[in-house]
């Protein structure tokens, strides 16, 4: 049974300067995470999805699922206004190899219970025996997906949730209502509450700045010690300028928050390195 686990960062999506998506630095920057992670979640927030045509997400995750090594797990973020496009970019990320497809409730109009288990049960119908999560992020769906909702959910088949509420009460309700071996919790990454609450997956920005070798155990450990809150301001800075140079917000044919030139995408694989760097170093002092 797929389960997700380890670090499984969510993964920007470069643009070229007038719109369109950029290829050849996407190729780059799936090259130097596989492998360095135990996977990527594509198309979500940070990977511009909701901004994007089907036929530019499709493309995405060809080109991810092309370079991306063997061993590195792949979610798509399917999640669109209905279920009909949801379906249809589920079922491309399983024609072409993907592990897991995951979508935020139908957004733009507010929905009620009964609407949501319609659009989520439209969507396992079609997708049987392919791993299908609920990307629950309120602030950008426009509404809370409740408890009972999910646990509905779990009844008809999904895998589990990807959790970007950052709430930490909601989320030990869900390890204590939902969560088993059939059902799967994965959530942001906050002081390693959620590692002590059993949290298998972690799907954060922060997850980019760790590698495999690192790995999520050792990171929750080191958030015992006061990371990633408590870091150093050097390495503060260097976070803070990688996110910058991954959101650099530049409004482009539709596309605001879309790494533009080539330029932006090696500096930000140059920023991960070298704040993955300054983590290994940190490790080694806290915890040998």
């Given at each position: 049974m797929f389960r997700l686990k380890g670090v499984i960062p969510p993964m920007i999506t470069p643009f070229t300067g007038d719109g369109k998506l950029d290829e050849k630095n996407l190729q780059k920057l799936v090259e130097y995470l596989s492998g360095?992670?135990?996977?990527?979640?594509?198309?979500?927030?940070?990977?511009?999805?909701?901004?994007?045509?089907?036929?530019?997400?499709?493309?995405?995750?060809?080109?991810?699922?092309?370079?991306?090594?063997?061993?590195?797990?792949?979610?798509v973020h399917t999640g669109t206004t209905n279920a009909r496009d949801t379906i249809e970019l589920s079922l491309h990320a399983r024609e072409i190899g993907c592990d897991a497809a995951a979508a935020v409730g139908p957004y733009y109009y507010k929905y009620k219970d009964l609407d949501?288990?319609?659009?989520?049960?439209?969507?396992?119908?079609?997708t049987k025996d392919f791993p299908f999560y609920a990307y629950h992020n309120p602030q950008f769906q426009g509404y809370e997906t409740s408890l009972?909702?999910?646990?509905?959910?779990?009844?008809?088949?999904?895998?589990?949730?990807?959790?970007?509420?950052?709430?930490?009460?909601?989320?030990?309700?869900?390890?204590?209502?939902?969560?088993?071996e059939a059902f799967d919790i994965a959530?942001?990454?906050?002081?390693?509450?959620?590692?002590?609450?059993?949290?298998?997956?972690?799907?954060h920005d922060v997850a980019q700045f760790v590698d495999a070798e690192l790995g999520l155990e050792r990171l929750v450990r080191l958030s015992c010690h006061g990371l990633p809150i408590h870091l150093p301001a050097q390495l503060r800075?260097?976070?803070?300028?990688?996110?910058?140079?991954?959101?650099?917000a530049q409004c482009v044919s539709g596309h605001p928050h879309g790494l533009r030139t080539k330029?932006?995408?090696?500096?930000?694989?140059r920023q991960l390195s070298l704040v993955s760097g300054v983590l290994h170093d940190i490790e080694r002092g806290v915890l040998d």
């Open positions: 360095k992670v135990e996977g990527l979640f594509i198309c979500g927030s940070y990977g511009c999805g909701p901004l994007m045509s089907l036929e530019e997400r499709r493309r995405t995750a060809e080109i991810v699922k092309k370079y991306a090594g063997p061993e590195t797990v792949i979610v949501l288990l319609r659009y989520y049960e439209a969507i396992l119908k079609e009972e909702v999910f646990r509905q959910l779990k009844d008809m088949g999904m895998s589990g949730i990807k959790d970007a509420t950052f709430n930490i009460m909601q989320y030990a309700a869900y390890q204590r209502e939902l969560a088993d959530a942001d990454f906050r002081d390693g509450v959620d590692g002590q609450l059993g949290r298998t997956g972690q799907i800075k260097d976070i803070s300028d990688a996110r910058n140079v991954r959101l650099a330029g932006n995408v090696e500096r930000l694989i």
